[in-house]
Structures are given as C-alpha cells and as structure tokens.
C-alpha cells in the first residue's frame, strides 16, 4: 500500500472519529502540510465520501452523508442490520458505557444515505426487545447528534420543554450522555447559567451544532452519577413541600451541592427549597438532610402534616421513655 493511500486511510479515520477538524490539527497529525491534506481530502472525494470544507481561522473539514454508503466494505443489508443492532443495544444498555453504543450509532448514521436512514427508522420503530422498559420516546437522530456534540467538546444550541411547559433556548457545552431508569439524561454546562444542569433528552428538540470548540470541564464518575441521581430524583412528586431555612442562598448551594437545585433566594438570609416524596416519610427524609442548627419552616400540607406529626410525636416519646429492659434469652443465667 503506498503512503498516499495510508496517508488517505488514516485522514478518513480521524474524519470519522471527529465531527469536525480544523485543517491545521489535521496537518499535525498527519505529519504533513495543509496542501497536502487538501489534496488528501480530494482523493477521498473521488472515492464518494462526502468532504464539507469551510474556510478561515476556524474553518476546516467535516465528513457529511452521501449519495450512496462510502466504501466501507459494508453492504446496504449490512449497514442497516448494524444500525438497528446498536440502537436495540443502546435502548437495552447493554454495554457497561452507554456513550460507546450511541457514538458507534451517530458514525454509522452520519454516512447514511437518507434512503437507508428511512429504512432503519421504519425498522427500529418495530423492533420490541423483550423486557424493554417503557419510556419516553426519544428521537435517535437527536441521541446521536448530542453523543457527537459530547465526544467532540463542541458547544450546541437546543429548544428545551421543561416539565412545567415552559420553553427556553439553552447554550451549552455538553458533557455526557446517561441513561437512568426509562429516560436518556443530558449532562451539561448550562453557558447562561453558568452552572451544571441536567436535561432530560426526549423534552429537546432543534440541536444545532456552533462548531465552537471548548476545553472540558473535569468531572469524576461520582459526580456525573450524582448529576444523573438528582436529575431522576427531580420529579413531581405525590407529597411534596417547601422548606424555608434560616440559610442565605449561597451558603446553602455551598452545603447541599446538586442536592440544591430548584432553591431560590426568599431574602438575603432565608432560602426555599422543594422537599418531597412518594409518601410523608420519605418527604421527612428529604427535611431530615436540612444541616444541624438550622431553622425552618414548612408548608407541608394535610394530610401528610398530621401523619408526619404523629409519627414523631410517638419517636419523642420513644426516646424520652426509659429503656426497654434487656431480653433473656431461655436458659440464659441471670446474675443477681
């Protein structure tokens, strides 16, 4: 094989692991100048993979959707089999990294001609899995862009449904995907915000790609599964309350961390934050985690307020009571 064409394989790689490479990254890494990856690109062009060049200091090239499947040794039936197979696995979670099975999807997709993109939405909207939980629906085409935006660290635009009906355009740098129970989960810095926020995936529509890069924020694996763990947990729920404390808002985002989310500033020196549950005692729970020493009042409403009231009411007593004597166990002896 000569080194042009191992030099042509090797641009078609980072092409297709990157959604977008200036031209000066893709000389480096190639080991050659810019001319030359243009010419590179032309090559490539010849063969049917469809090249998008853009011009000035952050321009560059982009691998785009063709006429028919570039030349990946794959037939029509292949392709499609393997798009409807990483799809049942991304629904399923069937590998331990998320992320790997819908970024395998969003590559595969992206070289799709529309006519095979249409057959693999027909197909996949019949395909059933076995023991698949019900959830949201959520737009493949969508997945896979996010997972793109994600991999690539490149800021993206979307329309955001909050659970209220609320719509807002949001700005951010995205940083993972995650399933959690039924629904798919954005993890992203929110640029208005200027904080983390988690968005559910089904209620945004209209990504748009900035091709604005951005260095990564660093983040652990525990906190991204606390980011996931808040986001589930931040639904309506059955028994639900406000807890006005004695805390100025920042000392309390600063004490609860992601815990915080939805509080708001009452004054200067109290903040509100929601507190509920599926019942009053996991509503207790959540007013349980309220710091040692602080103050507060609740709304918590009847009649939850006075079944709350009840169960406490018996554990004072419980403690101020004397101790329960020691059980003997039969044939224990007894010291006098």
């Known amino acids: 094989m000569s080194d042009t064409t191992t030099r042509a394989l090797s641009l078609l790689n980072l092409l297709q692991t990157h959604r977008h490479w200036p031209g000066s990254e893709l000389a480096d890494r190639l080991g050659v100048t810019e001319r030359t990856v243009r010419r590179d690109v032309e090559r490539l062009r010849d063969l049917g993979y469809r090249i998008e060049s853009s011009p000035g200091a ?6 785009e959707a063709g006429s028919a499947v570039p030349p ?6 292949e392709a499609v089999a393997m798009a409807i197979g990483l799809r049942v696995a991304a629904s399923q979670r069937l590998v331990a990294g998320p992320e790997t099975t819908i970024t395998a999807l969003a590559k595969l ?26 959830g949201a629906a959520v737009s493949s085409e969508v997945l896979g862009e996010l997972a793109l935006a994600c991999r690539d660290h490149e800021r993206v635009r979307f329309t955001y449904t909050a659970a209220s009906g609320e719509v807002t355009t949001r700005r951010v740098d995205p940083h993972a995907l995650a399933p959690a129970e039924r629904h798919w989960y954005l993890l992203c810095w929110d640029l208005d915000k200027q904080d983390w926020r988690t968005f559910r995936v089904d209620r945004l529509t209209g990504v748009e790609h900035t ?26 729920q059955a028994v639900e309350a406000d807890a006005v404390m004695d805390l100025p808002f920042d000392t309390m985002r600063e004490l609860f961390g992601q815990w915080g989310q939805g509080a708001t500033a009452e004054d200067d020196e109290h903040t509100r934050w929601p507190v509920g549950g599926a019942d009053f005692r996991e509503t207790m729970y959540g007013l349980s985690w309220i710091p040692e020493g602080v103050e507060y009042t609740t709304d918590l409403a009847e009649p939850a307020r006075s079944e709350l009231r009840e169960v406490l009411g018996r554990m004072l007593r419980a403690l101020d009571a004397p101790h329960p004597r020691s059980r003997v166990r039969p044939g224990a002896t007894v010291e006098a």
């Open 58 to 63: 952050t321009g560059g090239y982009r691998l």
């Open 72 to 77: 990946l040794l794959l037939t029509d039936e």
């Open 109 to 134: 997709e992206q070289v799709l001609p529309a006519p095979l993109r249409r057959r693999v939405n027909a197909l996949a909207e019949t395909v059933q899995p076995a023991g698949m939980n019900a």
């Open 211 to 236: 091709r604005v890069l951005f260095e990564p924020r660093p983040l652990t694996p525990e906190e991204i599964e606390e980011f996931i763990l808040v986001a589930r947990s931040w639904v309506r």
